[in-house]
């Protein structure tokens, strides 16, 4: 598996894509930081466009990957290799370069700011930790998309609902039920139904972290106290190593089975 | 050297294979054809564990091929359709075949015969199709192994290319290999190929040399004998009512 990953990653390590990528992570730092002046602030920012276009991007690398290489994981296939070492071995591949672009896009501009002598230090990783956790669980939803459609144009379909759905149409199902039962107590509802939703989980653990739940009023506050605490943070961690682990353990399952 | 016993499989409704048996011992070049849809593709794969059978048992060298995969370390395989990652270079591309198969290898004798040398630092998505599947040939070839799978061998290859393929074949051959070989060139097949293995419908329908089905196609053309096999049957069959 490992040589797989090794050659997979070289491949996208090379591809302009993931270029454009890391260079865009380093611009939108950049300018973030020349022009909010301040550490905590951009971080706010860079999460609103973190928790959007991380997972938008995994899904998108993620399935165009797949379909890309299909020959070629057609001539591995052939080669003493175990199916799961093929697939495992890709799929790191592309999450591991993405997050890379992530990091060290985002990582380089708030180095040079000074980021070390600051208190945001703790906040801005957490900001990564989440940012690649997005990106492992999307890349991993993409390749089983990608791996039970032969079509790539429905592959394509699917996998793009399927970032619409958990980072916009979540949302607006989880308000309405809001407010369709806003006459009984819904905040151990909320609390779950933010669990639930790696977008929204990874959204809310920032907040919390950057000391702004005042803004969020009540249900800031329970979901401070579920949150905030160190048994809110590892339950948290541990959905999104569930949401990263359930999907890859699936890809494993599926790829055993199908024929190439 | 290959045993497929009662070997079934279907995708959805359309059943590919119905109930094959098939037998080759080791040495010879066996040419695998048959109409389009006849199933050859099919049992390639499954024989390289990349296409799981439905029912039916396959072993190649003594070892049953279901969930198994270190028996591919002596079977070498072209596919049909040789894509490779665009962002590799032909050099890069040899290098990580060599390094997941870790066995020796003599590509270099390969590159100068198909000429590939000015093409090792070029990127693959750069290639044209037929230098793409002299690359393909160079990775099928340059590993000594027992057992060689050629999946349409000759496409896109210039005559030059084809006539060192041809000779290449033969030298493998004669140190007790054993070829399993689809191709739609009957003239390439005629040439190179000791046993006819002819699928139709997912079952075996003829094997044999290419004199014996002559004889019993009683024609004198190989591609006629080839293109007379699938009626054949079906006149002997209106004898017998």
Redesign the interface.
Known sequence: MIKILKYSFYDLVRSRWSYVYFLFYLLLGFVLLFLNNELSKAVITLMNVIIVLVPLIGTIFGVMYYYNSKEFTELLLAQPIKRSSIFLGQYFGVAGSLTGSLILGLGIPFALYGLFQSNAIWDFSLLLITGAFLTLIFTALAFNIALSNENKIKGFGYAVLVWLFWAVIYDGLFLMSLIVFEEYPLDTFSLIVTMFNPIDLSRTLILLKLDISALLGYTGAIFKQFFGTDLGLFMSIFMLFLWTAIPVWRLGYVAKRKDF | MIQVKSLHKK?GKNVVLAGLELHIDQGGIFAILGPNGSGKTTLI?TL?????PNKGTLSVMDSPVKNK?????D?N?L?Q????????RVK?LIA??K???QKPSNEQKLIDLFGLEPFLDKKLSNLSGGTKQKVNLV?TFMFDSPLIILDEPTNGLDPLALIRLKELIFKEKAKGKTFLITSHIMQFVEEVSDQIVYLLEGKIYFKGSISELKTKTGQSNFEHAIAAISTYNSHDQDIEI
């Open positions: 995708f794969k390289l564990g990349m296409v799981l995969w270190k028996y591919r370390q079977i395989y596919p359709i040789a894509n490779f990652p665009g962002n590799l890069e990580m075949i390094d997941i198969r990775l």
